[in-house]
């Protein structure tokens, strides 16, 4: 795996697994794609916890779910911190493919 990534991941990975299931709860009625995004997610926590790094089904789902990150505009600026964050692993974890 390469370090970019796991540097990448090491910095965000609290904040992702404090902010997902808060925006889940508060967005998921007005924006059901967000319980897409947290279920992939937490499959990501999953097996980075694991030292599972096979992350790109996981990626890939993310990128089709939130059409490459695309922010809604009538977002909270949370849900808009939680795929900035989703987005920079996804293209750290691409470097080296």
Do not use: W
Request: a negative charge.
């Amino acid at each position: 795996m390469n370090e970019n990534f796991i540097n990448v991941l090491n910095v965000h990975l609290d904040t992702l697994r404090q902010y997902v299931p808060i925006v889940k709860r508060v967005h998921g009625s007005a924006h059901p794609e967000f319980i897409e995004v947290a279920n992939n997610f937490d499959v990501i926590n999953e097996k980075v916890n694991n030292g599972n790094y096979d992350l790109l089904t996981e990626f890939n789902n993310l990128n089709k779910i939130t059409n490459n990150y695309k922010i809604p505009m009538d977002v909270c600026e949370s849900y808009a911190h939680v795929y900035n964050l989703l987005k920079e692993l996804d293209d750290a974890y691409r470097i080296d493919l």
